[in-house]
């Protein structure tokens, strides 16, 4: 199966294993939330729209590398 077609999963973990389906309105990046005692992984909460096939929010697809 091509990567394109395969469903993301976010926040997996010892306590989650099957993680959280890929929200296909956030953009694609996997933040962690480091404030608690316990870390929290989750999909980046704004749109897409830009980067690479529109996969990212503008704030991460200023982040990503230029191609050459």
């Known amino acids: 199966m091509s990567d394109l077609f395969?469903?993301?999963?976010?926040?997996?973990?010892?306590?989650?294993?099957?993680?959280?389906?890929?929200?296909?309105r956030r953009c694609i990046v996997e933040m962690i939330d480091s404030s608690r005692r316990l870390l929290r992984k989750y999909q980046c909460e704004k749109g897409r729209g830009h980067g690479p096939d529109k996969l990212y929010c503008a704030f991460h697809a200023r982040s990503l590398p230029k191609p050459e």
Do not use: Y
Not at 7 to 23: K, W, Y
């Open 6 to 24: 395969k469903q993301r999963m976010f926040g997996m973990s010892a306590t989650n294993p099957q993680g959280i389906p890929e929200d296909p």
